[in-house]
């Protein structure tokens, strides 16, 4: 079937995107729901019953309820439409792929490390500007920018994780070095606070991650305490 010959390469494809630029991911994210919808003709709706729309539907309820019972109902129910695509997102993938793309996470770590390159570069490139340093950003606004760089890390911890072989471990590593410095430059602390956070759920989930926490966590709190 033409969807299932395109779509692995659709979906590498998205794997680049993603840390450059919101707007080519958007892109490609529609250009495999158009591939899906013409090209297959059924659809294997089991798919989805799967424990990432599980967790992104109750993140979505609670993010609704929130919405209703705020001080901003309007423009909180219009924020709630990002929680939605990303809902929206893991169902197509679920739906168009059989397995995920096997170059994927290496095309995502060569386009994370061009972005961190770029981020390195931006504050030297502006200087010092009223005693404020320039906040890397990449492509994307600053924030986006720190959550990417955060998803970047929680990624090359699990690659960690595998036995994966030496290349891909000396790239996991350079990258955790890498996202590391580009985040502290970049002062997001909602990234550095939502990369805790993944970082504890997947040390639940996984307990060979757990070793990981005893050296990673104690420095990611007295990075913090030095930040402020």
């Known amino acids: 079937m033409p969807a299932r010959l395109?779509?692995?390469?659709?979906?590498?494809?998205?794997?680049?995107?993603?840390?450059?630029?919101?707007?080519?991911?958007?892109?490609?994210?529609?250009?495999?729901?158009?591939?899906?919808?013409?090209?297959?003709?059924?659809?294997?709706?089991?798919?989805?019953r799967h424990p990432a729309v599980y967790a992104l539907s109750a993140y979505c309820l609670v993010?609704?309820?929130?919405a209703i019972t705020g001080t901003d109902p309007g423009n909180s129910l219009r924020l709630l439409a990002k929680d939605v695509h990303k809902l929206w997102v893991v169902c197509l993938l679920l739906i168009a792929l059989d397995e995920p793309p096997r170059k994927g996470p290496a095309l995502f770590a060569m386009s994370l490390a061009i972005v961190c390159v770029v981020g390195l570069m931006q504050p030297l490139a502006h200087g010092d500007s009223g005693g404020f340093m320039f906040r890397p950003r990449g492509f994307v606004h600053?924030?986006?920018?720190?959550?990417?760089?955060?998803?970047?890390l929680l990624g090359s911890a699990c690659m960690l994780r595998f036995s994966v072989p030496g290349a891909a471990r000396r790239w996991a590593l350079g990258l955790i070095a890498l996202c590391?410095?580009?985040?502290?430059l970049n002062q997001t602390r909602g990234a550095v606070l939502g990369l805790v956070v993944g970082f504890c759920s997947l040390a639940v989930i996984d307990p060979k991650?757990?070793?990981?926490?005893?050296?990673s966590l104690p420095t990611i709190a007295v990075v913090a305490l030095i930040w402020e």
């Open 180 to 184: 590391s410095t580009v985040l502290i």
């Open 63 to 66: 993010s609704l309820a929130t």
């Open 142 to 152: 600053p924030v986006t920018y720190g959550e990417i760089l955060a998803l970047g």
């Open 6 to 48: 395109k779509a692995p390469q659709i979906a590498a494809l998205l794997f680049f995107v993603l840390p450059i630029s919101i707007a080519a991911t958007n892109a490609v994210l529609a250009a495999l729901a158009v591939l899906v919808l013409v090209y297959q003709r059924q659809f294997d709706w089991t798919r989805i």
């Open 209 to 215: 991650l757990r070793r990981f926490a005893l050296w």
